[in-house]
DNA sequence: AAAACATATGAACAACTATTCATATGTTTA
DNA sequence: TAAACATATGAATAGTTGTTCATATGTTTT
């Protein structure tokens, strides 16, 4: 998200007394910029109940855009949108089979995230 | 987000042709609606790309708000208002010293899952 | 007690997002 | 090849979100 500063400089903290020596430490490590970019990007699609739904569908099987969106009791529409985010982002595969497409988990990374947010929100 | 529908019906697909049993045997499996919002609320926090920073820098370090507002070069304000929902979603926790207050992740999880989406996006 | 420092918070706004509706594309069947 | 089926997509829009600005709260120092 952009948003603008009304200077060329940016405001941070009006002083001289951060924590020189850790910042230093934590700058030299810290990945690209687009890494992080990516990474937040990966997120989100995570992030929203739809989104997470399908996920959760389709690590329980293989299936077809209008089986999610009859357990869902969402539209055909919506659902399909989804799937393009889902797609776009890898955390999704799909394969033709006449006309219907079935759709499932791209790779083990995705069941694992799922399955540590799982356990976070159970504490 | 809550979109209405122009009808008390939802609309889904016009026809029976759904994959029954796959539909039935995921419906008896699937979790509480709410459990499932949580799920999305938690995976919301990690697709912002400030949030994804802040985790991040405190993954290294335990760091004051300025410290973070300095690596990030962003405005104290805005840091601020990103630890609230950071805390609200017990994301990080803080200790208070005198007039400096210290941010560090709240439990493993966290890590984890920064880890998994790294190697994710790394393939 | 006043000044300075560190952080938190409310309001406002620009940018973004998820759904719906209508329709297009691709596949199979009659 | 026309009709029916399954999915995809573009436009529109209501709702959401992240940053800024101004200011408040809490702590220390003088």
Redesign the pocket.
């Known amino acids: ?7 060329s400089e ?2 941070q ?3 001289i ?1 951060v924590h020189e020596d850790i910042v230093n430490q934590v700058q030299s490590v810290m990945p690209d910029e687009d890494q992080l970019l990516d990474l937040a990007e990966f997120f ?1 699609v995570f ?5 997470i739904k399908i996920l959760y569908v389709l690590s329980q099987a293989e299936m ?4 999610i ?1 009859t357990l869902l009791q ?12 889902l ?1 776009q982002m890898r955390l999704v595969t ?1 394969r ?8 499932s988990l791209a790779d083990g990374h995705i069941q694992t995230i799922l399955a540590q947010g799982m356990e976070h929100i159970e504490e």
Chains 1, 2 share one sequence.
């Not at 969402?74 to 985010?85: E, K, P």
Request: hydrophobic share 30%; proline share 0%.
């Open positions: 998200m952009a948003y603008r500063m009304n200077d940016v405001e903290c009006d002083f007394h989100r992030g929203d109940s739809t989104r077809c855009v209008c089986d969106a969402m539209g055909q529409s919506a659902i399909s949108h989804q799937l393009r985010v797609k799909y033709r089979d006449g006309k219907t497409v079935f759709y």
